[in-house]
């Protein structure tokens, strides 16, 4: 059974830094691209940022360019983003996927609140 199971969100300032990680478990995740994902109420899903399998290509969308950085560590089969400088805007669930940036899936996992305000 595949489970991303995300963590680190919370409320922070504008201007400030969280550090998400995203368990994976029930699949072979050194082998699989990834990215991090996120929805904030009445939108759709925002696909953010991808990282190839070995870790040695990332992507942004334009949005957080600049601000979030991802990473992964294989061997504990986690998914890390960096977000710094966050705006009320990035206040959303964010959530980790299995997939790069045209086809991802969120499907066995479970977000982490991301609140962004003064």
């Known amino acids: 059974e595949v489970q991303l199971q995300a963590s680190g969100g919370g409320l922070v300032q504008p201007g400030g830094s969280l550090r998400l990680s995203c368990a994976a478990s029930g699949f072979t995740f050194s082998s699989l691209d990834m990215s991090w994902v996120r929805q904030a109420p009445g939108k759709p899903p925002e696909w953010i940022s991808s990282i190839s399998s070995n870790g040695g290509s990332t992507d942004y969308a334009d949005s957080v360019k600049g601000r979030f950085t991802i990473s992964r560590d294989n061997a504990k089969n986690t998914l890390y983003l960096q977000m710094n400088s966050l705006k009320p805007e990035d206040t959303a669930v964010y959530y980790c996927?299995?997939?790069?940036?045209?086809?991802?899936?969120?499907?066995g996992g479970q977000g982490t609140q991301v609140t962004v305000s003064s």
């Open positions: 996927a299995k997939g790069g940036p045209i086809s991802w899936s969120t499907k």
